[in-house]
């Protein structure tokens, strides 16, 4: 069984609205893209290094994707 973590759904808004498809967001922080799907949909939850990174590229908090 896969283990699934809560879906970063704060994070998909803020790509959304920063106006970021999936792929442009990973070419971004240097992740493949479905690595932002994995996270956006609690597939996989992002270390502390990626959480960082998605911050700086959506100009927020880690606290506001989170």
Known sequence: M????????????????AGMTQTELAKI???DNQTI?????????P???ILLKLAEALKCTVSDIL
């Open 29 to 31: 922080i240097g992740v």
């Open 47 to 49: 270390r502390k290094d």
């Open 2 to 17: 896969i283990k699934k973590y809560s879906p970063m759904n704060k994070l998909k808004t803020k790509r959304m609205n």
């Open 37 to 45: 799907y994995f996270y956006e949909s609690g597939y996989r939850f």
